[in-house]
């Protein structure tokens, strides 16, 4: 029980940090060197999705694939929007404040402005799950894989939900799902391995 604890401290925290990056920068003062570049279109973006995904599913090893972990959270965390990039701060500094019930406040209105912003319901859906709502982070989860399906972050986290409440066989559907994504995903094969053999049993 004490190793699960600390598997599921150690993804979660994996999890916020990874995708707290881009908005940190947005406020760092290259508003102008920004200004410069012209707009990125719905269509390049999702070009470059889909190539960062191409290569993640193949990466040769852990360090190459968390490099590009790290582009496709580059781009995920991009909103777009200035409001949403000091919304986003301010939820970053009600967390460390231990503040969830405000975290939660901002991000209803972040997803209120920008829908289209996945990182609004994936954060959102973090928070949820740090209160143990779980019914909530679930329909936040979904907004994201409604819209970005290869979500390997909000699959991982849909799967630790899922196996909070005692749901291990769909918990281990999920995290293969998130393993097609990205094979190489921290902990994950782990995680799938010992569900495996606990649901279906070792290999004779």
Do not use: C
């Amino acid at each position: 029980m004490l190793l699960r604890a600390r598997f599921l401290s150690a993804l979660l925290t994996a999890a916020l940090a990874a995708s707290w990056a881009v908005p940190a920068t947005a406020q760092s003062g290259r508003r102008g060197e920004q200004a410069a570049k012209p707009p990125v279109s719905r269509i390049d973006r999702t070009r470059n999705l889909d190539f960062l995904f191409g290569a993640l599913k193949l990466a040769p090893d852990e360090t190459t694939a968390k490099a590009i972990e790290e582009r496709i959270w580059t781009v995920w965390t991009a909103s777009r929007s200035d409001t949403a990039n000091l919304l986003m701060m301010r939820v970053k500094t009600a967390i460390e404040a231990k503040d969830l019930d405000l975290a939660v406040t901002l991000l209803d209105g972040i997803v209120k402005i920008r829908p289209d912003y996945i990182e609004g319901w994936n954060r959102r859906a973090t928070i949820f799950y740090m209160k143990k709502d779980y019914g909530r982070a679930i329909a936040d989860i979904r907004q994201v894989l409604k819209r970005e399906p290869r979500h390997f972050g909000a699959l991982a986290g849909l799967g630790l939900i899922l196996q909070d409440i005692g749901d291990d066989k769909q918990a281990l559907e999920v995290y293969r799902r998130a393993l097609e994504v990205y094979p190489r995903m921290e902990r994950i094969p782990d995680v799938v391995k010992t569900l495996q053999e606990k649901i279906e049993g070792r290999d004779i």
